[in-house]
Nanobody, 124 residues
Framework: QLQLVESGGGLVQLGGSLGLSCAAS????????IGWFRQAPGKEREGVSC???????AYADSVKGRFTVSRDDAKSTVYLQMNGLKPEDTAVYYC??????????????????WGKGTLVTVSS
């Protein structure tokens, strides 16, 4: 069974940058499409980005041009580089995985495994 652990969250000022990592264990990361999600206080969880097994990438409009997702299957790690952070980016960020045979399908639905999240706080 796949386990996911997020790290890299913290407090950053408006316009700053943070890099999140999602470390996978217990199974081969290359068999999974990965999604990043976030949940702000009092709001529903929303999808931020996804990366397929083959590297297809998609972003929510709210983060497009500021966030970059990548994966290193050899290191069993997925990354989310966040630049130009805004107070509205404040949230707990989660990575999630969906086991799939499709190499180029990028979707934020039907995730099988979830990490426990890492808190990102952006101050103004």
């Amino acid at each position: 069974q796949l386990q996911l652990v997020e790290s890299g969250g913290g407090l950053v000022q408006l316009g700053g940058s943070l890099g999140l990592s999602c470390a996978a264990s217990g199974s081969t990361l290359s068999a999974y499409a990965i999604g990043w999600f976030r949940q702000a206080p009092g709001k529903e969880r929303e999808g931020v980005s996804c990366i397929s097994r083959g590297g297809t990438i998609a972003y929510a409009d709210s983060v497009k041009g500021r966030f970059t997702v990548s994966r290193d299957d050899a290191k069993s790690t997925v990354y989310l580089q966040m630049n130009g952070l805004k107070p509205e980016d404040t949230a707990v960020y989660y990575c999630a995985a969906r086991e799939t045979l499709a190499r180029f399908s990028c979707s934020l639905s039907g995730m099988d495994y979830w990490g426990k999240g890492t808190l990102v706080t952006v101050s103004s």
